[in-house]
Structures are given as C-alpha cells and as structure tokens.
C-alpha cells in the first residue's frame, strides 16, 4: 500500500529553482528536485550591490529574475543571496511550497521547509531538516552511467585508480605553490601505499603556478591529469576511483565524494580547523566517511551518505500537509 506522500506525483508538479550563480549552491537545489523527480526550471537572480539594504523594505527591489510564466508548485533556493527573494514570493502567494537550503538569514519563516547542515548547529523540527554534508546530485544511476562512458579513458592495467580532486583558495585559506607540492608528496605516498593509479583534476581557483607543479610532480603512465582542457571527467572519477583525496576547501567535493561511498582523504584539514569546517570535518570523520590525508587507508560505511534524498523525503512529507491545507476540498 503506498503512503499519502507517494500518492502526490511528483513528476507532474513543476519546480522554480533560484540561482545566485554559485555552481556548488546550484547543485544543490537540483540535487533535491532530482531526488523528489519533480520537473524544474533554473531562474537565474541577479542582485545589485545596494538590494540587502533595503530587503528588509521590498525584497523584490534591486533584484532581477527572468521568472517563467505561471507559477510554481515547489520553489527551491539555497545560499542568502537567495533568501530575500524567496521570502518575498512565499509571502506573495502563500501557496507556492517553499524550501530554503542552507542556514537563512532572518529565520526560517515563512518557509515550509529548510534544509540546513549539521555544522549550523541548527535543531530539526517539522520543518527543518538537517543534513550531514551538502546535498548533490550523485546517484547510483548516474554514477553507473558515467563508469560507462569514462572507464575505458580513464582505465590503468592491474592498478586500483585514487581519484584527486583539486580546489584551491578560498575566501578562508590560500593554497599556494608550497601546499601543491606538499599536496603532490602525499598523493605520491598514499599511490604507493595503495597501489593506484591517479586521476587528477584541478580547478579555477587552483592557481596557474600550482597547476604547473601539479602537473610536474603527478605525472606517468599511471596518471590521468585533467588541467580544464577538453571534456570534464569529475563525474567519471567520482564513478571509477576505489578512494578519494579531496581538497579541504570544499565542502561539496567532500560531500560528493562521501555521496559517492568512497574512502576519502582530506588535504589541508589544518587550515580548516575552526567553526562551521571544524564541525563539519569532525562529523564526516566519526561516522567513517573521511580521514587526513596522510593517514592509513580505510574503508567506507557500506551506506553512501545521501543527504539530497533525506532532503526530498522530508520535502514529501510536508508537501502532503501543504497539500491538503490549500489544495483539497
């Protein structure tokens, strides 16, 4: 028999998903509406530099959206660039189910459900629900169908592959020439401990002068280096790598990779050792999921972290009392 939430079909509701054009805030948003198989369009927000001043007046002021016709069954938004706006249209048309990611500033009214990690310290309630990373849109279907495309690309013979996933500076830490190469020596020390080949990726905020280090230090027939040229093959090492090592700037490859069920190891955990990365770190690290770069090679929880999918079955749960409050006779 199914439950009142799986007799909503999701598939025939329609979604607006509000954009800061943050990729990382972006990926989560359609990490839920994924997860929830509801049909969505991205609204790009463009805000000016004067808007949160007066936000508290008309969230609308200031801000420009390219808003589709009609309206919403489901909004969804992430980061504070986007709280505004969302309060705004939930107040406009108390209808719309409205569901905020990550911590919004001003509370969580009038929303219907907030989704915030652990590390904001934030208690659940019927109507947040916290996770333990962020929310992303790594599956097991997408994983299997990236294997598909990349394993013979980016395939070794008789070695296991460690995936390396490269961020760089970040408004918290620079990452410099020196922590590339620091960075190089443990990968070395971890590829002949295990055995592996590596797939490497670095990106935008890696830095020119460390790419160049990088590429000196981590190179062989044993090595797939991805410097942003030619087709992005993240989900593919996601897919195919036996473990990981991730940068500790970001919060996102940490959390796809955990979503992924893979080892994995974090570089640079000294220089986000404070507050919400500290909370954050030491979560992921008791229940198994990561540990220092440096340290001994270990197993991940058979259960892959899935923080999108606790997202959309409490989003389900609520959607159902949304539902009968404003839609049933």
Partial sequence: MMTPEEQID??????????????????????????????????????????????????????????????????????????GLARGIKVRDPNIFTVQMMRPRGGIFPFDVVAVPAHDRVEETDKVVVTAGAPNRVTVEGLAAAAAVWTDKLAFTGVRRLGVLIGGTSKHAAFTVADARALAADVLALKKAGGFGLLVTVSRRTGD?????????????????????????????????????????????????????????????????????????????????????????????????????????????????????????
């Avoid at 509406?33 to 530099?49: D, H, I, W």
């Avoid at 593919?236 to 190891?265: N, Q």
Wanted: overall charge neutral; aromatic content about 10%.
């Fill in 10 to 83: 999701f598939s025939k509701l329609s979604a607006w998903i509000l954009s800061d054009g943050k990729a990382g805030h972006l990926n989560q948003s359609i990490g839920v509406a994924e997860a929830l198989g509801v049909p969505y369009t991205v609204v790009p927000v463009r805000q000016k530099a004067w808007a949160p001043l007066v936000r508290w007046a008309d969230p609308f002021w200031g801000v420009e959206a390219d808003f589709p016709a009609g309206r919403p069954d489901i909004l969804l938004a992430t980061g504070n660039a986007t709280v």
């Fill in 209 to 329: 002068a460390q790419t160049t280090v990088l590429k000196e230090l981590l190179s062989g027939p044993d090595v797939f280096f991805w410097d942003g040229e030619g087709e992005n093959p993240y989900q593919g090492i996601l897919a195919l790598s036996d473990a990981l090592v991730v940068t500790a700037d970001s919060v996102s490859m940490v959390s796809e990779g955990c979503s992924a069920g893979k080892p994995v190891h974090v570089f640079g955990l000294s220089h986000y050792n404070k507050g919400k990365f500290a909370r954050f770190y030491h979560l992921l690290a008791k229940q198994g999921r990561i540990a220092p770069l440096g340290s001994a090679l270990f197993e991940a929880p058979e259960t892959p972290l899935a923080d999108a999918m606790r997202v959309a079955g409490f989003i389900r749960a609520r959607y159902l009392r949304h539902y009968l409050i404003h839609h049933a006779a």
